[in-house]
């Protein structure tokens, strides 16, 4: 939760700078959570709309948009996201990867990035 608490005042403080995607991939721990123990199928595009608008509704980023993996997990498996990962990308080109959560991923590494970014003269 604390990285959520980070994530959303990171987005305030950089809206301005950057569009923030959030893409709901699968979940590591499923039977972890007692909220998704009332979807029927998360391996399912059905049962992962739902876990993302579970997130969505609990951790309360409305202004966010939020992508959902399909079912082969081609996000996921394309960025290397499990179980979380940040990046910056500038004009479809990836210019920032974070480390693989949990233990590398640094919502303070990807500030530093978008500091330098907002001090970037605009052409």
Known sequence: MK???????LIETYKTVADFVVVYIQEAHPNDDPNLSDIPNLMSAEGRLAAAQ??????????????????????????????????????????????TGPFH????????WLKRQQNKPKF
């Open 54 to 99: 579970l997130f969505r509704e609990n951790v309360k980023i409305d202004d966010v948009t939020i992508l959902v993996d399909n079912v082969a997990n081609e996000a996921n498996l394309s960025y290397g996201a499990m179980p979380d990962r940040l990046y910056g990308i500038v004009d479809k080109k990836i210019k920032f990867v974070g480390g």
């Open 105 to 112: 991923y640094k919502i303070s590494k990807v500030e530093k």
């Open 3 to 9: 990285k959520i608490i980070k994530f959303k005042k």
